[in-house]
Nanobody, 123 residues
Framework: QVQLVESGGGSVQSGGSLKLSCTVSGYTNRGYCLAWFRQAPAKGRERVAGIDNWADTKYADSVKGRFTISLDNAKNTLSLQMNSLKPEDTAMYYC?????????????????WGRGTQVTVSS
C-alpha cells in the first residue's frame, strides 16, 4: 500500500523560508513522478514542482528561483525548500505520486496523495 505523509508546514512572515518533507512508502516501481501541489481556498489544485526518477525537475513559473524540489532516495523522502515566501504562497500543500515518468501538471495523473500540510505566509 502506497502511503505519503507530509510534514513541515507552518506559519511564516513574508520573505521567510520553510521546508516541507514527504515520506513515501510502499511504491516499488522504477518509474515515477513525485510532485508538490498546493490548493488555496476557492482555487484549483496547482502543481508547484515535480521530480521524476531521472531527477528531472519542473516548476510552476510562480515559484521558479524561490522553491527547490529534491528527493533523497535512501530515505524515501521528498522535500520542498521554499524561500522568499509571499502571502500568495499561502495554501494547503500536498505530496503526490504518479506512476508516469512524465511529471504532468494535471492532478488527475496522480493516483496517490498525502493528506496535506498547511503553509501560511503573512505580510
Amino acid at each position: 500500500q502506497v502511503q505519503l505523509v507530509e510534514s513541515g508546514g507552518g506559519s511564516v512572515q513574508s520573505g521567510g523560508s520553510l521546508k516541507l518533507s514527504c515520506t513515501v512508502s510502499g511504491y516499488t516501481n522504477r518509474g515515477y513522478c513525485l510532485a508538490w501541489f498546493r490548493q488555496a481556498p476557492a482555487k484549483g489544485r496547482e502543481r508547484v514542482a515535480g521530480i521524476d526518477n531521472w531527477a528531472d525537475t519542473k516548476y510552476a513559473d510562480s515559484v521558479k528561483g524561490r522553491f527547490t524540489i529534491s528527493l533523497d532516495n535512501a530515505k524515501n523522502t521528498l522535500s520542498l525548500q521554499m524561500n522568499s515566501l509571499k502571502p500568495e504562497d499561502t495554501a494547503m500543500y500536498y505530496c503526490a505520486l504518479s506512476t508516469y515518468v512524465y511529471c504532468s501538471s494535471d492532478s488527475g495523473a496522480f493516483p496517490y496523495w498525502g493528506r496535506g500540510t498547511q503553509v501560511t505566509v503573512s505580510s
